[in-house]
């Protein structure tokens, strides 16, 4: 199996992600990190990567490219800790790593997603829940 599932730089801006598990993962391990969700049972469809300055530039951390509201909201995010992990994810993907976002129903789903990270190397991992953003750690 490889990442032939995988969203890569799918233009799918979001101001704030809902149910997600968010990890900034070395690029060398996307085919890894592929096989293991997998075979965790999760559908590859509901799995975003960004990458390089395309995967920065849908991120947006400012909002300035995706026009005025945008650009406000993360004003206010900048207020919260998620957005300091925010900054982190740019950062990385300036670097040339991955930034993995898995669409997540319920809080066990968040863990056996972010177990699996862990385990590939996934650093950096954050649950956003529908009105919380909680760090997860191993």
Known sequence: MTIDGLRINHDAF????????????????????AVALAAAGVDL?????????????????????????????????????????????????????????IHVLDNAEADDCARVLYEHGGRRMMHFGKHVAERLSY
């Open 14 to 33: 979001v101001v704030s992600q809902k149910n997600a598990v968010v990890a900034i993962v070395a690029s060398s391990r996307l085919d890894d990190c």
């Open 45 to 101: 469809a509901c799995v975003n990567v960004l990458q390089g300055q395309v995967g920065a530039d849908i991120l947006d951390f400012d909002g300035t490219n995706h026009g005025f509201w945008a650009h406000a909201v993360r004003n206010l995010q900048k207020l919260g800790t998620a957005s300091n992990e925010r900054e982190n994810y740019a950062r990385a993907l300036r670097d040339g790593q991955s930034v993995f976002i």
